[in-house]
């Protein structure tokens, strides 16, 4: 079967997240979103863990329904937890999203991590200890638990950021590198800006919403092919098995927070040759620039722009429907506008967000929103759209183009 699947969320236990992050309502968007197979997130929260245990009951191998649900929406058992330890004389900041098969092994897990800091004020813990110890502490509690590096590019917490990350996964995982079998190119980097280092090339790419509210559900996500089984979705992650897993949906990465580098409080945002130009300071206050995730793929690639290198899963750049709306109405995506339209299509008919963006045919949409937003639709899958990108915790600001599409058809006859 098809599955769709976003498995790195935030519960309403983290910092800044919404107070709705609970596994109904998770569960409830999870549905409006078009999402088959969702993370729990923050799994190592005692409270947390204690009304998952309450309202999730085994469903197929691996995976939970929650009670009393309507509709057919799974849960995986997964968390993020933040390792912020000294390594060669600097400070390293590296986010880990885990994904365990049982409460018991979930049990194993959180036993082993109260023993370095306490697991109960945040959802998404912190620790002091090395991420490689990490990988050790996990695969001991069940060698089916998978360790993924979260947001690999973000700088300032991830495996490979420019201020706080290493140059290389082994670098990071040492002996322990040999569990890590895919990252997670958050929303500033995309699969082919990954491609661009030969030295993931044995690794997986995986796309998560990392969500801390409801609607940001599935603003990324994985499309897998396989039997609905915890471990069916990690063995099609840890083989790259084109077969079973079938694409991923991602932001266009320009839209990222931190694709570009720059200075927020100066309004200064830089492409990484522009930074070179100014030596890495900020042009108007001298102040150091936020290096982004362009720039350190740059850094470390081997590869040209645009080589594609063997065996690589495909993918599909979306913008979210209420972005859509908002820049074809010209107006705000929070705007009651908005909500209106968005509310009468997917929740009020039941066709679920990612139908409607990744594959309804044209006609079908037409049934289901204005002409204008049709087309809008329409021209963000053929990647018409111009960006300015983000940079330095600063959202890249998309438009879709005012010119008049080609359809492959017209261009032919
Ligand atoms: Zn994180
Ligand atoms: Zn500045």
Same mark, same amino acid.
């Given at each position: 079967m098809k599955i769709v699947a976003d498995l790195h969320v935030h519960s309403k236990?983290?910092?800044?997240?919404?107070?709705?992050?609970d596994a109904g309502t998770i569960a409830l968007w999870a549905g409006h979103k078009g999402i088959d197979l969702v993370g729990t997130g923050d799994f190592t929260h005692p409270e947390y863990l204690k009304e998952l245990k309450k309202i999730l009951r085994p469903s197929a191998d691996g995976l939970f329904t929650p009670r009393g649900a309507k509709g057919g929406v799974h849960f995986m058992l997964t968390t993020e937890v933040s390792n912020i330890y000294s390594y060669k004389g600097r400070t390293r900041r590296i986010h880990n999203v885990l994904l365990a098969p049982s409460f018991e092994a979930v049990d194993r897990i959180n036993r082993a991590l109260s023993r370095f800091g306490? @697991? %109960?004020?945040?959802?998404?813990p912190m620790f002091g200890f090395n991420a490689k110890d990490l990988v050790k502490l996990v695969m001991d509690a069940s060698p089916l638990c998978m360790v993924i590096p979260a947001h690999a590019w973000t700088p300032w917490y991830s495996v490979f950021g420019s201020n706080s990350g290493f140059d290389s996964i082994e670098e990071c995982f040492e002996e322990q590198a040999v569990h890590i079998h895919a990252i997670e190119t958050g929303l500033s980097s995309d699969p082919p800006m990954n491609w661009r280092?030969?030295? @993931? %090339?044995r690794i997986t790419l995986v796309s998560n919403s990392d969500a801390h509210s409801p609607e940001k559900l599935g603003r990324e996500a994985n499309v897998f092919e396989c039997d609905m089984r915890y471990e069916d979705i990690v063995s099609a992650i840890k083989t790259k098995d084109r077969g079973r897993f079938l694409s991923t949906i991602e932001f266009f990465?320009?839209?990222?927070?931190?694709h570009f580098d720059g200075h927020r409080n100066c309004k200064v945002r830089l492409s990484p040759q522009q930074t070179g130009q100014h030596d890495g300071t900020c042009p108007v206050c001298g102040g150091p620039l936020t290096i982004g995730v362009l720039n350190r793929v740059e850094r470390l690639a081997t590869r040209r722009e645009g080589a594609v290198p063997e065996n690589v899963i495909p993918f599909k750049h979306l913008i979210p429907l209420k972005e859509i709306m908002a820049d074809v109405l010209s107006t705000?995506?929070?705007t009651v506008k908005v909500d209106r339209l968005y509310t009468e299509a997917v929740i009020e008919r039941g066709v679920p967000e990612l139908d409607i963006l990744v594959d309804m045919p044209e006609k079908e949409l037409r049934r289901l929103l204005p002409e204008g937003i049709v087309q809008g639709v329409m021209k963000v899958r053929d990647g018409m759209v111009d960006i300015e990108p983000g940079y330095d915790g600063e959202y890249g600001r998309i438009s879709i183009r005012r010119d008049a599409r080609q359809s492959p058809q017209q261009t032919l006859f």
């Open positions: 236990f983290s910092r800044a997240t919404s107070r709705d992050m306490r @697991l %109960d004020y945040d959802g998404r280092l030969d030295a @993931l %090339d990465p320009e839209e990222g927070k931190y705000g995506a929070g």
